[in-house]
């Protein structure tokens, strides 16, 4: 089986780093970047489209 990943990007300092979407909380709840600490709705930190419809695959 191959693990399925989205990439994600903080909005606020850059920081970017992938993460297996099963893992994720629901894509309209709060998100903390590890970083800066920024939050913001999951949805924003999604790099791409297709990363957003991964994560909604999983939910």
């Keep these: 089986m191959v693990d399925a990943f989205v ?7 850059g920081k970017e780093w ?3 979407p099963a893992d994720l909380q629901d894509l309209r709840s709060n998100f903390s970047c590890s970083a800066c600490h ?3 709705r999951l949805t924003e930190f ?10 909604r695959q999983f939910q």
């Design 46 to 55: 999604m790099r791409t489209e297709r990363d957003l419809e991964a994560v």
């Design 18 to 20: 992938q993460d297996n």
């Design 38 to 40: 920024a939050t913001r």
């Design 7 to 13: 990439r994600l990007v903080c909005p606020e300092c």
